[in-house]
């Protein structure tokens, strides 16, 4: 729960939310906004899908198969395109457009046969092209129209142009210019009569069937021979659209004239024929699908309400629900946009539901998180002065570790004590003393925290680390061993200049074990540490001990060696009971990276193991005469020099009947 220095008041949270969906809102009147919501536009169309064909409208398609069979370049022959509208007539069509512009003459006999076949049916409708040629002084308008001897009083027209959006796609249509009115809507028109006298100087919202060849579309060369190539009344009571419609990828690549991009393209269906478009737009008209969508006033008041109100609700959520009642409300607006588009033929604003919504959760979201951090930094500034950083850091991220108790866990712990302290002590200044054990303390403790270590604590010159705590780490043995390899070689290029002039360098202890132990808060409710606690630490401490025994470096216990003999180069140093324990305990020698030894260590190790062996065996003069090797191949091996020492006492005076090759420490 947030204190009172560290909460923001509800009135802040409830005013910043209002102003960030306001702006939020007017994003969506940005070109960029404009643009996302033309996409989640054209995602109702894939989410909806394609549509069952209409059965009263036809497209005859210009197409290659037409090509190949009529075996005429285009132009063809007018005389052809009236033997069509006989054909299709012939077949009970109800109304025929011509998405082709008769605009020049051609042979006279051609244009008299073509004429002679509108004026026979009167149920023809052809095509207009109006261009509008816009200058910063002027703007002109050209319509090119079909002959004049092409037209009968009957005889109706339409214009054929269709704009883009700035996108390249083509999602809306103008059913009327000035006087003139579209091809779709005047075929649709003389086809059933439909009202359309409120959709003048509009833009209609297409609501398109599906992808490319959605319409049932034939070839033109099977309209010519119905009878040979098509089902019995298959063009009877049709409204059928002429027009070239290709499905060449080469001619779509090139973007064939007369070939469009619209929503279904986004998805990979290719682009639709500019005379299917007119069909699909003349099935709007008839069945009166046309896509209607709310006015820009209603879709700003709409986001505006979402927002707001869904800023309370999140106000008063956790992120986490905040979260899912995010998503859950987008999946409520996704679908409920699609059955409005789906069933109702209504465009819901879509963009101006969405974006306000995750407006307000971004807010709060915010909000949640910077009172999060102010709280974490209060606790911070509140204990940083009596934890650990990094108990610090664990209680910023659980603080029900305030609580006082603790955990079992598998972990490693190690123990570093610096030797010959005393005598250092005694040739130095304090002042002196100070600088070079932090010199060295700072050395170790960027080794310890390199490698993922805690700091339990720093005991005079000694230091305790732990792994494995407070963050579960599955390779602790490993990286214990692996700092103290590092730091025991980081000793060696640390040299102190003593007041008398004497160069020397402090020697470190280093005793490391594996195991179960407890962690967790130790002290009072005001006052505490995180720490662990457990025979297995106990240990830890007894191992750095022994060293002084062996004249060794590091030792690890029986566990650590278990867990890392894969990784590291142990020697086995002895079976001991350590002072205070009754169980014994195997000790091992950590030597190196598995690998590195140099080839005298090596040699050194068969002779100790040797050695070993016949000590265990109670053969004092060979375990000796092997030691003794052994410290001759080298000076410092100080194992076999202690082992040897105590071959020699032991042949003198040798143990009890009943000795298990136990050594008994008598220092801590």
């Known amino acids: ?64 198969p037409s090509f190949g069979v009529i075996n005429k370049q285009w132009p063809w022959p007018r005389s052809l395109h009236a033997e069509l509208l006989d054909r299709l007539f012939e ?50 308008e ?114 064939v004239k007369d070939h469009y991009y619209i929503p279904f393209s986004r998805w990979g269906s290719g682009l639709m024929a500019g005379v299917e478009l007119h069909a699909q737009i003349a099935q709007n008209l008839i069945d009166r699908t046309v896509l209607r969508g709310l006015d820009l006033k209603t879709s700003l008041i709409l986001g505006l309400f979402l927002g707001l109100v869904s800023s309370l609700i999140f106000f008063k959520t956790s992120p986490a629900l905040s979260s899912a009642l995010v998503l859950a409300e987008s999946t409520i607006f996704l679908g409920t946009a699609y059955v409005f588009f789906s069933f109702y033929y209504v465009r819901l604003p879509l963009l101006f539901m969405l974006i306000p919504t995750g ?70 200044e304090p002042e002196a003393l100070f600088e070079v054990l932090n010199r060295y303390f700072k050395e170790f ?91 297995e630490v106990n240990l830890a ?9 062996y004249r060794s470096v590091i030792i690890i216990g029986e566990n650590t060696a278990k867990l890392v003999k894969d990784a590291f180069e142990l020697r086995e140093m002895d079976l001991i009971r350590v002072k205070g324990k009754v169980k014994p305990v195997r000790i091992f020698e950590l030597q190196a990276f598995k690998g590195t030894l140099d080839d005298i260590q090596k040699q050194v190790n068969s002779i100790f193991e040797l050695g070993r062996q016949f000590y265990l065996e109670s053969r004092w003069k060979e375990a000796r005469e092997c030691f003794e090797r052994g410290v001759a191949l080298k000076k410092d091996e100080g194992p076999c020099r202690v082992y040897a020492k105590r071959c020699k006492l032991f042949e003198e005076s040798p143990p009890e009947s009943d000795w298990e090759g136990i050594f008994k420490m008598t220092v801590k």
């Open 359 to 428: 407006t307000s959760f971004l807010v709060n979201h915010f909000f949640h998180y910077w009172q999060t951090w102010r709280e974490k930094n209060f606790i911070r500034k509140a204990f940083s002065t009596y934890i650990s950083p990094q108990m610090l850091q664990v209680l910023l991220r659980r603080p029900s570790l305030l609580n006082l108790g603790g955990e079992t866990v598998e972990a490693t712990v190690l123990f570093l004590d610096v030797a010959g302290f005393t005598s250092l002590s005694e040739k130095l």
């Open 91 to 140: 077949a009970n069509a109800k109304v025929v457009a011509l998405d082709i512009i008769f605009a020049e003459p051609s042979r006279p006999e051609e244009d008299h046969r073509l004429a002679e076949g509108i004026r026979k049916h009167p149920a023809v409708v052809l095509s207009v092209d109006i261009d509008v040629i816009q200058d910063k002084d002027f703007e002109r």
């Open 541 to 549: 401490s007894r191992l750095e001990g022994v060293n002084k025994v």
């Open 1 to 64: 729960m947030a204190s009172k220095t560290t909460s923001i008041k509800p009135f802040t949270r409830f005013l910043v939310s209002v102003v960030a969906v306001c702006l939020s809102l007017a994003f969506c009147l940005t070109p960029w906004g404009k643009a996302w919501d033309v996409f989640l536009g054209d995602f109702l169309f894939l989410l909806r899908g394609p549509l069952p064909s209409p059965k009263n409208i036809l497209v005859v398609a210009i197409d290659e």
């Open 142 to 255: 050209i319509t090119v129209g079909p002959l004049p001897e092409l037209l009968s009083p009957a005889t109706q027209t339409g214009f054929i142009n269709l704009s883009v959006d700035p996108d390249g796609f083509l999602r809306r249509v103008k059913l009327t210019h000035g006087l003139q009115r579209s091809l779709a809507l005047v075929s649709a028109t003389k086809f059933s009569e439909c009202q359309w006298q409120n959709l003048i100087g509009s833009d209609l919202s297409i609501n398109f069937l599906g992808p490319p060849r959605t319409i049932k579309t034939i070839s033109y060369y099977q309209a010519l021979d119905p009878a040979h190539h098509l089902p019995p009344d298959f063009l009877k009571d049709k409204l059928v659209f002429v027009g070239f419609s290709t499905q060449s990828a080469a001619e779509l690549k090139s973007q």
């Open 445 to 535: 403790t960027n080794i310890i925290l390199q490698s993922n270590g805690m700091i339990d604590k720093y005991i005079g010159d000694a230091v305790m680390a732990v792994w494995g705590i407070p963050i579960l780490q599955k390779d602790h043995a490993f990286l214990a061993c692996k700092t103290a390899l590092e730091i025991r070689d980081s000793v060696r290029k640390l040299w102190i200049n003593g007041d008398s002039g004497e160069t020397s360098h402090l020697e470190i202890r280093i005793g490391v074990n594996s195991g179960r132990m407890m962690a967790g808060n130790v002290g009072g409710t005001d006052r505490f540490s995180y720490t662990v606690l457990g025979n």
